[in-house]
């Protein structure tokens, strides 16, 4: 029976990620490297996203590294997961409803001694998927003449995580983090004035590595609080372009895969603390703060600027008994809300992102293996003349599969 409903759930993501899309179609993947995605595993995302103090004991917690010390002795865990997205985007002129199915993540974790333990893990880290048709712009210092652009970008950054996490006391534990960034992002865009049909086609490539120092500590068997700490860091890029004019003349080839340097992005400092308290073993109430220091990168968009972000998570969990005959026992439920500043300013408005979620965790077997739901609802920006705002419905499955491995077998 069990190898049989584990079969069926990876059938399934087989099927999900077989008719995956791009990660994101929102607008607002326009500015900078892209919209920046944030892969939540286990029952994170039903949570608020909040987990900086969770333990790994029951799934791979990316949230803290330092969390993978609590994954049992001899234990492997493997993680898959993905999310099916239905959007609205409005402003003050129209309503357009999309539909999107995202790879998540893949990860696997395991401990080397008693007291470390290691992760791998697999996730995007931005993504460029926009479209612009027949903006009508002005000519600078013309009062009477305008251009048309189109505008099309795809693309993206990944992100491969290699962790290592140290026990140094029965409280205390610190992790390592190593994130290597790589992608490229394409933006194809059409100039057209009178009788004139300037094309630009440009290509960026992005690599660069970025260190995470974290720490968790229990105070208590009933209380942790944990650290993040993302370092400032440099992601270097190089583009090839292509500029093309049409006009009565004909065509003509100005610039034909020409290969450039252009300006690197930089990644801000990012510092998250948090902190989890349980009450007898089955409500469980987890917070998380994390403030990103774009300021201090001193970089803006040809669109808008970046400013100083903050994030709020706040999530509930309940379970009624950790081991039980009962199947329904060992259910979790969990609810939480999310609150984002957001990094984007554009005429001087915040690009905000208001969620609520709701899921829960469900047993595959008597170890750890269970596959997460969580539904959100949220918003992010406003509508005003130069905004658009998403209101989105977000589904998340997550699955967590339990081994043991590296146990000598016993004869009788």
């Not at 234990?75 to 999309?98: A, D, L, P």
């Not at 918003?379 to 589904?395: F, R």
Request: charged share 20%; net charge neutral.
């Amino acid at each position: 029976m069990k190898k049989s409903c584990l079969l069926l759930v990876l059938v399934f993501f087989t099927s999900f990620f077989s008719h995956s899309q791009s990660i994101s179609t929102s607008p607002y993947s326009l500015y900078g490297l892209g919209s920046l995605y944030e892969a939540n595993f286990g029952l994170i995302p039903s949570l608020g996203t909040a987990g900086v103090a969770l333990s790994s004991e029951n799934f791979i917690n990316n949230k803290n590294a330092a969390s993978l010390v609590d994954i049992p002795e001899n234990n492997f865990f493997f993680e898959v997961g993905g999310k099916g997205i239905q959007t609205s985007f409005e402003n003050s002129q129209r309503v357009e409803n999309r539909n999107n199915f995202q790879f998540s993540h893949f990860a696997f974790a395991f401990p080397i001694t008693k007291k470390s333990a290691v992760s791998v893990a697999m996730m995007p880290y931005s993504s460029s998927s926009f479209k612009i048709s027949g903006l009508k712009i002005p000519i600078i210092d013309s009062s009477n003449e305008y251009y048309y652009l189109d505008v099309l970008g795809t693309g993206g950054l990944n992100n491969l995580d290699f962790s290592y996490a140290y026990k140094v006391s029965n409280k205390l534990s610190f992790g390592l983090t190593g994130s290597v960034l790589f992608g490229n992002t394409t933006d194809n865009r059409t100039y057209e004035i009178n009788n004139s049909v300037t094309t630009i086609d440009k290509k960026v490539s992005y690599s660069g590595i970025r260190p995470i120092l974290s720490t968790q500590f229990k105070a208590d068997p009933s209380l942790t609080f944990g650290l993040n700490v993302k370092s400032p860091s440099r992601v270097n890029a190089s583009k090839i372009q292509s500029v093309t004019v049409t006009n009565t003349s004909g065509t003509y080839d100005l610039e034909d895969e020409v290969k450039s340097n252009t300006d690197d992005f930089y990644l801000p400092l990012e510092i998250g603390v948090g902190f989890n308290k349980s009450f007898k073993n089955k409500l469980n109430i987890t917070f998380d703060y994390e403030k990103d220091f774009w300021d201090a990168t001193n970089q803006s968009d040809l669109y808008g600027t970046f400013s100083n972000q903050e994030k709020f998570g706040l999530g509930f969990s309940y379970q009624k008994k950790k081991v039980s005959r009962n199947y329904f026992d060992r259910i979790k439920y969990a609810t939480g809300f999310n609150y984002d500043t957001g990094y984007l300013e554009v005429d001087n408005k915040k690009i905000e992102d208001k969620s609520f979620s709701v899921g829960l965790s469900l047993p595959l077997d008597q170890l750890s293996s269970s596959l997460f739901i969580s539904y959100s609802y949220g918003q992010k920006g406003q509508i005003t003349n130069s905004l658009v705002q998403e209101n989105y419905h977000k589904l998340t499955l997550n699955l967590n599969l339990d081994g043991i491995w590296f146990v000598r077998k016993k004869l009788d």
